[in-house]
């Protein structure tokens, strides 16, 4: 990495979201639920380095494909 | 009560999902018939049958709700009398429009803050299960997972949350079994099997209406669409949904996990000594024996990959096969406790996704931990029999207990 990489973005598609929760159970710090159990994204912009890991996590467990990262194909 | 058609003569023009052949050879039928280059298995019983057997194409009729409705959801010899959008159990039985609505209804008791606060109680009843057990000597004494234990717990947990006598758990795990395994008998004797079902639970919803309080039944008969109560039918069939989707399924899957670690002590060893693992392990047991599989009536003629289905044939979404896809899954028939890719299938695809998903985890999680909790070491000691049609489990499980935590 050299220090004009850009940080990590996630993008949440809550059309595709079914609720399967799958983000929230793996990186509750940058997914919530909300009453319908629908996943809502809590990080806007660039997420911080320790929790890449995690973003990568949830977006391989997602059944739906729902989540992405900013240029990267799911 | 028994079936009308004789066993399978080929499994890819003679697919029966409800031989009993089936579901103790499931991994190795879907494997064959793949390999062999038959992607969507088919037969002419039921009236017409097809069953897609990869994530691909499992995954497309999911998500295509023109071509394929969810009136009926449950391969059998009737059709449901019911009409599309709504269907007998919405909304598991209802397309869109209409699906969305019933659905958005029962989803805020099922999200996963309504649910999670219920651990200490399904905590508390394994143990129980577990005491009632007896004395166990290790080495000597043998168990039967399924019945002395997987089997009552998804059935006390619903009771609970519909505000039912948790006493007529053996009258549910009936009600359920006529509707889910008895299918390919004939329709008359089939549409008998529901009338009881219903007759109870008029008493139980009247016996709400006399003495509401908070559980999930009071809540279906005051939760409002644009401002109108649920008929009474929605209501019963909400219920008949709850107790149909969450009993055998739940069971199944308790089952199932319970006799991957009878069969392979390695990973049992491993579990109790990193339990940091559980996450994983347990969506690897769903996704490895993944209990349920849905079906589709064919809304209108189509062709499906070269398949001509007919509007009214049955189409099979087998999510257990789609969960074995060699081409969607690394080593796809090897269960890795701490696989970290799994978009796995088991709770569906889609607008349907179970509905019970957070539920059935936490039920599948807090069995598997109490019961390797207590029994660190177990290990299969005797026939295992397999139940009938599209929910998939061990029925009896008998384990030797070799060490006591
Ligand atoms: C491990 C246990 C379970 C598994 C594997 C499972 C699996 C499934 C699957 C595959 C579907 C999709 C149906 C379709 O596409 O037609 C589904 C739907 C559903 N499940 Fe579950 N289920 C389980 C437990 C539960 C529990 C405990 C409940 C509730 C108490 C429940 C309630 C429902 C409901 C209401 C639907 C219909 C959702 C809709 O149509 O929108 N399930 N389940
Ligand atoms: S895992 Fe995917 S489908 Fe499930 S809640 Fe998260 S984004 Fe939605």
Redesign the interface.
Known sequence: MTAYSQGMRVQLDTEKC?????C???APELFD?????TAVLLVEGDIPAELEDKAR?AV??????AITIEGESP | MTSIYGPVTDWATDFDHVDPEYNPNAHQIWDDLRENGCPVASSERYGGLWAPLTHEYVREVAYDTENFTSRGVIVSTARPIAEAPIGPAPPITSDPPFHQIARKLLLPPFAPKQIDPWEPEIRTLCRGLLDDMGDITPGESIIDAAVQYAQNIPVNVIARMLGFPTTDDEIFRGFVHDIVENVNVDPEEREAAIGPLDAYLDIQIEEHRANPRDDLTTYLMNVEIDGNKLSHEHVRGSIVLLLIAGIDTTWSAIGSSLWHLATHPDDLERLVKEPELMTFAIEEFLRAYAPVTMARLVAKDNDFHGCPMKENQWVLLPFPAANRDPEFFDDASEVHLDRAENRHAAFGLGIHRCLGSNLARLELRVAVEEFIGRFPAFALDGPVTWSNGQIRGPRKLPVRITALA
């Open positions: 079914q609720g399967h929760n799958r929230y159970a793996l639920v909300d009453d319908y159990g996590l391989a467990n997602c059944p739906e494909y």
